[in-house]
């Protein structure tokens, strides 16, 4: 017996598959790596609109839950320092075009806080409004429960919704406050 033989030979015989060639074919194959795990909401909202999970959008979207606050360049700065010297990381251009697609997805928020490139939070954090200090830059948050005076007048006044994921108020932080007072 020839060798093409033998190995047609001693190759198992087919099974047939219950699920459609084309699912079959839009899944990569498992690969053991040193990547983060894959992200649920992550998978589950991409396939549930045909689109692939790529490693990518799991680090993008792995380094917006790790920063918290970040704007675009300081993500892309978090996948160069996590790639190491000789590891890719996404251009800025990806970044910015994974956090438009992670934000439709409801995976992420931005909120601009001023000047320069707005900041991008994970979604599956609780809403919160942002207060900035214009002294020092520190950022934090606080329950939206606090402008729902202001968005009551606002409604009734103006019929305008206020959508406090995007709000962020300017202002002098405590320890700031207290450096400037005697």
């Not at 005076?149 to 700031?176: K, Q, Y």
Request: include cysteine; hydrophobic fraction near 30%; aromatic fraction near 2%.
């Amino acid at each position: 017996m020839s060798a093409p033989e033998n190995a047609e030979l001693s190759r198992p015989p087919a099974q047939e598959s219950t699920r459609p060639p084309a699912q079959e074919s839009s899944r990569p194959p498992a690969q053991e790596s040193s990547r983060p795990p894959v992200q649920g909401p992550l998978a589950t909202e991409l396939r549930s609109r045909g689109l692939r999970l790529t490693s990518q959008r799991q680090r993008v979207l792995a380094a917006v839950s790790a920063i918290e606050h970040g704007t675009p360049e300081e993500i892309g700065a978090r996948l160069r320092e996590d790639a190491g010297p000789g590891g890719a990381a996404p251009d800025t251009s990806t970044v910015y075009r994974t956090l438009e697609l992670l934000e439709r997805l409801g995976l992420v928020w931005h909120t601009h806080l001023g000047k320069g490139a707005p900041i991008y939070h994970a979604g599956q954090q609780h809403r919160h409004v942002h207060v900035v200090c214009q002294s020092c830059g520190e950022i934090s948050s606080v329950d939206p429960g606090v402008l729902d005076g202001a968005a009551e007048r606002l409604r009734a006044e103006l019929g305008f919704s206020l959508d406090v994921g995007h709000v962020a108020l300017s202002g002098t932080c405590r320890a700031c406050t207290e450096k400037e007072t005697p």
